[in-house]
């Protein structure tokens, strides 16, 4: 089944406590994109990629890192957790740079106290 | 600045109306708008597409319009169902000149009901 995944689905840590959300796409898309929900604000794109090796800067970067050494694979490391990074959170891919429909992942709810 | 605005921010309906939804947008350069259907707890599913040249788009009782000229699109609902309650995102992606990507900015959706 072609499918996004993501893990874990529910996270709660404490402010400062290196973390990362892995995401897996099994489509071989080129393009993957990490996202935050937050209510009343709507998903803002946080980091994308383009391609292995290749990643950049969405809107909301701030605190994040990522990194994209195989194709199916794009985790979101977040270094030091900070409880405004408690958010809902959805990996996406598609199938090229070209705006082609995203996927999107079931999202990781995190909690950082 | 680029924005993506939409209204209304919640509607309710009885099961078997129509409704319409709106998005106003400011994006550019323009590349491409996307209505999504996000169920509560769940990913985004794209409904519809658009391009600068196409002004309608349908997918079942779905139909997406898009005025390039007035920046607006809309997504009506035909004959609503209960399934149909979810949160219905518009997405609008501009062109990164510099990297030749397309950044995609999200509209806050409006919050669908419908009622027996």
């Known amino acids: 089944e072609a499918q996004v995944t993501q893990n874990p689905r529910y996270l709660i840590t404490v402010t400062g406590k290196k973390l990362t959300v892995t995401c897996s796409q099994n489509?071989?898309?080129?393009?993957m994109s990490w996202y935050r929900q937050d209510p009343g604000l709507g998903l803002r794109q946080i980091y994308y990629?383009?391609?292995?090796?290749?990643?950049d800067k969405g809107d909301v970067p701030e605190g994040y890192k990522v990194s994209r050494k195989e194709k199916r694979n794009f985790p979101l490391i977040l270094e030091s957790p900070s409880p405004n990074q408690t958010s809902l959170y959805f990996c996406?891919?598609?199938?090229?740079?070209?705006?082609?429909?995203?996927?999107f992942g079931p999202g990781t709810r995190l909690t950082v106290t | 600045k680029n924005q993506v605005e939409q209204s209304p921010q919640s509607l309710i309906i009885l099961e078997g109306k129509n409704c319409t939804l709106q998005?106003?947008?400011?994006?550019?350069?323009?590349?491409?708008l996307r209505w999504y259907k996000q169920d509560t707890g769940r990913g985004p599913v794209s409904l519809t597409i658009m391009t600068f040249s196409e002004n309608t788009k349908s997918n079942g009782r779905y139909t997406a319009t898009l005025d390039a000229d007035t920046k607006q699109s809309s997504l009506h609902i035909t004959a609503s169902q209960l399934s149909d309650s979810a949160s219905y995102i518009c997405?609008?992606?501009?062109?990164?000149?510099?990297?030749?990507?397309?950044?995609?900015?999200f509209g806050r959706g409006t919050s669908l009901i419908v009622h027996p």
């Open positions: 998005c106003n947008y400011t994006v550019s350069p323009f590349s491409n």
């Open positions: 997405v609008v992606s501009r062109i990164y000149l510099k990297g030749g990507s397309y950044i995609p900015t």
């Open positions: 489509m071989n898309h080129e393009y």
């Open positions: 996406a891919s598609s199938f090229s740079q070209v705006p082609n429909e995203q996927y």
């Open positions: 990629s383009m391609n292995v090796e290749v990643t």
